[in-house]
């Protein structure tokens, strides 16, 4: 099988600079020559140059920062990754910030529409228009996607195409009110870091799995946010947290995915290559690749 991947350099959903970088820094660090040695082919279709499609002016609209921005270049991705998708080759999207994933997996629905998510996040990313208090579109992807909050014309485009049952989260640990509010009226399954210390992380993937894929035939997109991981593993990015998954546990969660054989889509994103000293950013980028990779097989 072919993996694409899909350079997304972009920095919209998020007000720090240098997660633009991101894609960029794991390529170099070899990522595509590692993922032949796997034995796939690789589609390196570029990092996609996102300034022409940022708006002449983009102010914001109610609390939403770069709205219009934000939701050109999510439908742009939408398409890419949609495209990758029927032409039988697994997306492999290198953020970039995480409102890249309102695209992603609107691609990967539009053709595997019983897909499951897995959302491996320090955070639930699920605010409205209505519940955020920054504004800043990388906590609101999931709430798009699953047609939650007031319409807003500019997003139009997404379709609620999750359904909750299908959606399931793994590492949560900083999610506003607003945010537990709508896990519980919605009846969305997380697996928070109390869970991961009180089960395993053996146990909490099988449960995940078990909650959103029971029979293992349903497609699955998994969309990792490094910031899942302890600060103390992966410290440059945007919004760390302490008290995060170990550098095992986030591989065991790729590597059990792999070992379903169900992957048909994959997010590595907030590396973010300017917030540390050299060792630290360097440390985080190879933890990324590292990721990928596990779920890819390695
Ligand atoms: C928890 N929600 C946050 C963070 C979203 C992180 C996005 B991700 O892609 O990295 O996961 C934080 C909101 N807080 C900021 C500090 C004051 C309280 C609110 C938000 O901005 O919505
Ligand atoms: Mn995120
Ligand atoms: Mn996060
Ligand atoms: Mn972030």
């Not at 796939?40 to 102010?59: C, N, T």
């Not at 099988?206 to 029971?214: G, I």
């Amino acid at each position: 099988k072919t993996i694409a991947v899909v350079g997304c350099p972009f920095s919209g959903g998020q007000p720090k600079l240098g997660v633009d970088k991101g894609p960029i820094h794991l390529v170099e660090a070899g990522l595509i020559t590692r993922l032949e040695e796997l034995g796939w082919r690789v589609l390196f279709d570029g990092h996609h140059q996102f300034e022409e499609i940022s708006a002449a002016s983009d102010p914001p609209i109610g609390k939403l920062q770069n709205p219009r921005h934000v939701s050109r270049v999510c439908e742009s991705v939408a398409e890419v990754v949609g495209a990758h998708v029927r032409n039988g080759q697994l997306p492999v999207t290198l953020g970039g910030d995480h409102s890249l994933a309102m695209g992603t997996i609107s691609g990967t629905l539009s053709s595997y529409p019983d897909a499951c998510v897995i959302w491996v996040d320090a955070h639930a990313d699920i605010n409205t228009a209505e519940t955020t208090s920054s504004g800043n579109i990388h906590g609101m992807p999931v709430s798009f996607l699953l047609g939650l909050g007031e319409k807003i014309p500019e997003y139009a485009w997404v379709k609620p195409l999750l359904r909750p049952e299908r959606l399931v989260y793994i590492g949560l640990r900083d999610l506003d009110a607003g945010e537990k509010r709508i896990l519980r009226e919605n009846n969305i399954k997380a697996f928070s870091m109390h869970e991961v210390d009180k089960y395993g992380i053996g146990r909490v993937v099988d449960m995940a799995l078990d909650h959103v894929n029971p029979n293992r035939d349903l497609p699955i997109h998994l969309s990792f946010d490094v910031d899942a991981l302890d600060p103390s593993v992966a410290p440059s990015t945007g919004t760390p947290v302490r008290g995060g998954l170990t550098f095992r546990e986030g591989h065991y969660i790729c590597e059990a995915i792999h070992e379903t054989g169900l992957l048909v889509a994959l997010d590595l994103m907030e590396v973010n290559p300017s917030l540390a000293d050299p060792e630290s950013v360097r440390q985080t980028v190879a933890v990324g690749c590292s990721l990928v990779c596990s779920a890819l097989g390695e």
